[in-house]
């Protein structure tokens, strides 16, 4: 707190970036009881590391994911530019895909910024 001219001044640190939600996990669970994917989004982190909708979430950075919040935790932990590895299961196989975590507003690049500015301005069909 800062006091200037009988002014008080309360300062606070900017607040920490968020890792983004990187898909959309089902409060259901597959048949390794974790979650499962619902639906990624094509510009997110989780799309570029290969991740699909119908994906069961197996561990993230070698954590075992039983729920969505524990899969926002993992990342918090991480970090913000960590990369991670998630362990999938998909059609009866398992498979380990390398992951950024990124912040909501580093999300996209140049080229992703092309594609979402051709989606707001094309004509509705």
């Known amino acids: 707190m800062e006091t200037k001219n009988n002014e008080t001044k309360t300062t606070t640190a900017p607040a920490k970036p968020r890792p983004i939600s990187f898909c959309v996990l089902s409060k259901e669970t597959g048949q390794n009881g974790c979650p499962v994917v619902q639906s990624v989004d094509k510009l997110s982190a989780a799309a570029k590391a290969g991740i699909a909708a119908g994906d069961e979430i197996l561990a993230l950075h070698g954590v075992k994911i039983t729920s969505a919040a524990q899969a926002m935790e993992v990342l918090q932990q991480a970090g913000i530019g960590a990369t991670v590895t998630v362990r999938v299961?998909?059609?009866?196989?398992?498979?380990?895909?390398?992951?950024?975590?990124?912040?909501?507003?580093?999300?996209?690049?140049?080229?992703?910024?092309?594609?979402?500015?051709?989606?707001k301005i094309a004509p509705a069909a």
């Open 89 to 119: 299961a998909r059609q009866g196989a398992q498979a380990d895909l390398s992951m950024v975590v990124q912040a909501k507003a580093l999300s996209l690049d140049v080229d992703d910024l092309d594609e979402v500015v051709e989606r």
